[in-house]
């Protein structure tokens, strides 16, 4: 043993692929996983997904694995409460955990609706606790109420509507997934509601979340009253960064790295949906809320905090997917862009293809259905191709399409 310590706190995916690469690269130091939930590591995607529909979720890694395998030492069902980088302690309450290098993945909480404290049957979407308070009103058949037309409500919205609940999604922006996507695959993403039976009403907030103890009703601004016995928060997320509160890491939406997820405090790395890290391959501060992007900074962060001085930049094209009724969105890339041009496909119907231009650069892709092609996108945003370059593909796509 190198009397070495990694301490991570944070037990889910970010967490979790930290220590299992600290392990993969051969630290024979001790491993300390903090974790706020009491739960073993798990899965997020499928919280609004499969799990809404009856299905199982099993653990990541079993204790056994984690502990006698990997070696890992687990602190779960506590939040980590302060950090003093002089002393490099990280505060668990009473506790105190002294570490050599240290990935702070503490992920991201989600946003409640003001005033609804005192309610039952009103849910935010972030944890396993909360997927099961959802799934058992969806069993009971709730009248659902989704507040917010993202990604995560649309997915509730579609596991209802599977059940064949009366469900509503209110946004308050006149067009859904506007940062995400931009305003017109906002537009054509948010038709699959209406075809599927989920109404979807834009450009109205909410006045009040009404009911006796338990919800009753949502009253909107426009002055509308929506009956409802479950109503769901699907209005993002703020990076969990209150613990480090006065440890003297740079924080600002979330904890801000360089390229190598390094705070620029010694031995403190950051990994997941709470790092806001400079992305290499667009040049410019990101912080993501996707699962592929928190699982591999999860590697990276501990790799780079065990060996500084070999540290390796993290560059990614960003991608994410959300399933909506029987369809899979996917997105790669930036969507800030100055044109969106469909280039297969059509953008009312099951299968489309749409691309983002930056300048004379591809910078983004999103397919309605696209699974095969989705990560030929990301490659070629990766090597940076041309605006030119990416039309000239999809145009190679489209007759390989015709003639296969
Ligand atoms: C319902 C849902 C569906 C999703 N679906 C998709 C999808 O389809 N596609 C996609 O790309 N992404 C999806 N995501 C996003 C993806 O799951 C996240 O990007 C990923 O979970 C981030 O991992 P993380 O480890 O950085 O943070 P998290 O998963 O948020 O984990 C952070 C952990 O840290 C713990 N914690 C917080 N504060 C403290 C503290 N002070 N001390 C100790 N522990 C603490 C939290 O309790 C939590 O367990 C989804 C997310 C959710 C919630």
Redesign the pocket.
Known sequence: MSGRRLVV???????LRAVEAARKSGFDGSVVL????PHLPY???P???AFLDGADLPAFRTEEVLRDELGVRLALGA???ALDTAARVVR?GEREFGYDALVI??????RTLPGTGGLTGVHT???RDD?LAVRSALDDGARTVVVGAG??GS?VASAARKRGLDVTIVEALPTPLVRAVGAAMGRACAALHARNGTTLRCGTGVAAVEGDGRVERVRLTDGTVLPADLVVAGIGAVP?TG?LAGAGLPLDDGVVCDETLFTGVPGVYA????ARWHNPAFGRPMR?????S?AEQ?AVAARNALDPANAKPYSTVP?????WYDSRIQFVGVPAAEEVRVVDGDPGGHRFVALYREGDRLAGALTLNGQPQIMKYRALIMRGASWADGLEFADRRRAALKTA
Do not use: M, N, Q
């Open positions: 706190v944070g037990a889910s995916l970010a967490g903090i974790g706020a939930e899965d997020r995607p919280l609004s997904k939040p980590a409460t668990a993945a503490t992920g991201a909480a989600a979407l972030r944890t997927a990604f995560i997915e969990a613990w990994a997941g949906d709470v993501l809320e996707h699962w592929t928190a999860g991608y994410f997917w959300s399933d």
